[in-house]
C-alpha cells in the first residue's frame, strides 16, 4: 500500500479521462517553459553588444525579443494553468464523490469501529493535500524540470570546466532526497492521523455541545482539543523542519557551485577564454539550474505528503463494501421473520457473544415484543432484522427465504424503524418526511404527516413544510421529532416495522399524540416492538423475554403474568411502583 509507484498510479488513474486534455496542455506548457532558457541568452549578447560599437541596434532587436517571448509566454502560460486546474478540480470531485460512496456504502460492522472526525478526515483534510500538489505541484515540477534539463544542457555546451562544480553537487542532492523522501512521507503519514484525531474531538464536541454544557465541560473539551492539536503541531513542525533542512541543503550545493563558478570564470574571462557576457549568461543558467533543484526538492516533498494522505484514502477505499447479492428483485416485499439459531458477535468484540442461539418466528400482521433489561440484546436483534450486521451463526428467514440469497436493499425497503433517538437532517420538515420514498408528491407527504399527528404543529410554524429543522432536528421538541419520524415510516409504507422505545421519555400529550400516530402506523403490519415500560407491549399478541441475548420466556401478557417468572416480576415492579 506504501508502495509509491501503486500510489501514483492510483490517482493518475483520475486522470485517463482527460489523458488527452491534459497530455497537450503538457505538450504545450513545456516548450512555453522553454521560452525562459532564452532570457540569460539574450541577456549574455546584451552585455557583450552594449561593451561593442553596436550597442543601438541591438539593444532594439533583443528588446523587441524580450517583449515577443514574454507576450507569449504569459498568454499560453495562463491558458495551459487554466485547463490543468479545471482537469485538477474534475478529478478531485470524482475523487471525492468515490470516497463518499465508499464510505456510505461501507457495512456498518466497519463503521460502527471508526470515529465520524476520522474518517471526514479522509474527504477534507486528505484530499485536500492532494488537491494542493496536483493543483501546483505538478505543473511546477514540471517547469522547474524544463529549467533544469534545459540548463544543464546550455551550460555543459558553453563550458564543461565551469560545470563540473555543478554536476559533481548533483548526485549528493539526488541521494539524499531518496532517503530523506522517505522520512518526510512517514511524518506527513502521522500528521494526518493526528489531524484527523483532533477533527474527531471537534465532531464529537459540536454534536454534544448540551451535554458538555450542562456538565460544564467546556474547558476540559478546550484542554482535549489544545492537546490533541499540540501533538499534531509538533509532527507538523518536524516534517516542516526537515523540508526546510532538504531544500536549504540544496541550496547550499548549488549556490555554493556558483560562487566557485564565479571565481574560476573570472580568471577565465582575464585570459580573454570567455567574454563577459557569456560568463554573465552562464551564472545566469546555473542559477537557474540551482533554483529549479531548489523548487523541484520543494516539490518533491509536497508530494511526498500527498503520497501520505493518498495511502490513507486507498485503505479505505480497499474496504469490502456491503454486497448486493441474491435473486429478489425491488418489488419483493416480505412480511414474516424467522431466527433459526442465530448467535451473534460485534466484530470488534468478537470473544463477546451478545445473541445465544436465538430461534423464533413472526407471522404476516403479527404484533411481537422484546422486552428485557438494558444489554439484553433487543437492539441487536432488531438490528440484525434490518441486516445491519450478519450473524455469527445460524440464518434468518424473510418470507422463508435465507437472507443470503436476498439483496440488502430488497430486505431493508420491507423493514421499517421508528427509533427512541430520532436522527433527522438539517434540511425542512418535508424533506425529512420525504426521506422514507423521494418519489412521494406533496400531498402523500402532507397525508403522511397527518395521520402521524404531525400535521397541526407543522401548518403552526410559518413556512409550514417549509421550516428547517436544525441541526439533527434541535428546533423540533421531542414529540415533535417522533411524530416526524413516524410520517417518514408511513411514507415508506414497509410491511415490516420495528419500534425501538419509540414512546419513551416523552410527556403524557405526546405520548398519548405519538400512540394514535403509532396506531396508523402499526395497523395490518409485522411489527416487532422494543420497551423498557412493559404497558405498552400488553396488548401485542407474543412478548419475548430476553435476557443475556437468550429468549427466556414468550407468550402473551396474561401467558407470561401466570408463569410467575421474570416477565411478571418486571411487571410487579414497574406497576406497583
Not at 561593451?51 to 517571448?69: K, M
Not at 432488531?382 to 430486505?411: C, F, H, K, M, N
Not at 416495522?497 to 419509540?502: G, H, P, T
Request: charged fraction near 20%; hydrophobic fraction near 45%; aromatic fraction near 6%.
Amino acid at each position: 500500500m506504501a508502495n509509491s509507484p501503486s500510489n501514483i498510479r492510483f490517482l493518475l488513474g483520475y486522470y485517463r479521462p482527460y489523458a488527452a486534455r491534459t497530455l497537450a496542455a503538457v505538450l504545450i506548457g513545456l516548450p512555453v517553459s522553454a521560452i525562459s532558457l532564452a532570457f540569460p541568452a539574450l541577456t549574455g549578447r546584451l552585455v557583450d553588444s552594449m561593451l561593442g560599437a553596436d550597442a543601438p541596434e541591438q539593444l532594439t532587436s533583443v528588446g523587441l525579443i524580450f517583449l515577443v517571448l514574454l507576450v507569449v509566454q504569459a498568454t499560453i502560460g495562463y491558458v495551459v494553468s487554466v485547463t490543468l486546474a479545471r482537469t485538477t478540480e474534475r478529478v478531485i470531485a470524482a475523487l471525492r464523490s468515490d470516497l463518499f460512496r465508499h464510505l456510505v456504502y461501507l457495512p456498518m460492522a466497519y463503521l460502527s469501529q471508526r470515529r465520524v472526525g476520522e474518517l471526514s478526515s479522509r474527504l477534507s483534510s486528505d484530499i485536500t493535500s492532494i488537491q494542493e500538489t496536483f493543483s501546483f505541484s505538478i505543473l511546477q515540477l514540471l517547469r522547474q524540470s524544463v529549467f533544469l534539463v534545459g540548463s544543464l544542457v546550455v551550460i555543459i555546451s558553453t563550458s564543461l570546466p565551469l560545470t563540473i562544480p555543478i554536476i559533481i553537487g548533483m548526485p549528493i542532492i539526488v541521494a539524499i532526497a531518496l532517503v530523506i523522501g522517505r522520512r518526510i512521507r512517514k511524518l506527513s503519514t502521522a500528521t494526518q492521523d493526528a489531524l484527523a484525531g483532533t477533527a474527531t474531538i471537534v465532531e464529537e464536541t459540536l454534536q454534544s455541545m448540551a451535554a458538555v454544557k450542562s456538565y460544564v465541560q467546556e474547558r476540559h473539551e478546550v484542554d482535549r482539543y489544545t492537546t490533541s492539536l499540540a501533538q499534531t503541531v509538533q509532527l507538523a513542525i518536524r516534517g516542516a523542519r526537515l523540508r526546510a533542512a532538504f531544500v536549504t541543503f540544496i541550496l547550499t550545493v548549488i549556490f555554493g557551485g556558483i560562487a566557485a563558478v564565479i571565481l574560476y570564470g573570472a580568471q577565465l574571462v582575464a585570459a580573454g577564454d570567455v567574454t563577459i557576457g557569456e560568463l554573465l549568461s552562464f551564472l545566469m543558467y546555473a542559477m537557474f539550474v540551482g533554483g529549479a533543484l531548489g523548487s523541484v526538492a520543494e516539490v518533491l516533498g509536497q508530494i511526498q505528503k500527498s503520497l501520505g494522505a493518498t495511502v490513507r484514502i486507498r485503505e479505505l477505499l480497499q474496504i469490502e463494501l456491503e454486497t448486493e447479492h441474491g435473486d429478489a428483485v425491488a418489488q419483493d416485499r416480505f412480511t414474516t421473520v424467522s431466527f433459526e439459531h442465530v448467535s451473534f458477535a460485534y466484530p470488534e468484540r468478537t470473544d463477546v457473544t451478545v445473541l445465544h442461539d436465538l430461534t423464533f418466528s413472526i407471522a404476516a400482521g403479527e404484533r411481537v415484543a422484546l422486552v428485557g433489561q438494558s444489554g439484553s440484546g433487543k437492539s441487536t436483534t432488531a438490528a440484525l432484522i434490518q441486516r445491519l450486521y450478519e450473524p455469527t451463526s445460524g440464518r434468518i428467514l424473510y418470507d422463508g427465504r435465507s437472507a443470503e440469497d436476498l439483496a440488502l436493499s430488497t430486505v431493508r425497503q420491507s423493514v421499517g424503524v421508528v427509533p427512541q433517538d430520532i436522527v433527522l437532517f438539517g434540511g425542512t420538515i418535508e424533506e425529512n418526511i420525504r426521506y422514507g420514498r423521494r418519489d412521494a408528491d406533496v400531498h402523500e407527504v402532507r397525508d403522511a404527516a397527518r395521520r402521524a399527528n404531525a400535521l397541526s404543529f407543522i401548518e403552526s410554524f410559518p413556512e409550514g413544510m417549509n421550516t428547517l429543522v436544525g441541526e439533527r432536528g434541535m428546533k423540533l421538541s421531542g414529540g415533535q421529532r417522533q411524530r416526524i419520524a413516524i410520517a417518514r415510516a408511513l411514507l415508506k409504507d414497509p410491511p415490516i416495522l420495528i419500534l425501538d422505545e419509540a414512546t419513551s421519555s416523552l410527556d403524557a400529550e405526546s405520548e398519548q399524540l405519538i400512540q394514535e400516530a403509532l396506531e396508523h402506523l402499526l395497523h395490518r403490519r409485522t411489527s416487532i416492538i422494543i420497551a423498557h415500560r412493559l404497558s405498552t407491549v400488553r396488548t401485542c399478541d407474543r412478548i419475548l423475554v430476553m435476557d443475556g441475548g437468550r429468549i427466556v420466556e414468550h407468550g402473551t401478557h396474561n401467558e407470561l403474568l401466570v408463569l410467575q417468572g421474570r416477565y411478571a416480576r418486571w411487571c410487579d415492579l414497574q406497576f406497583m411502583g
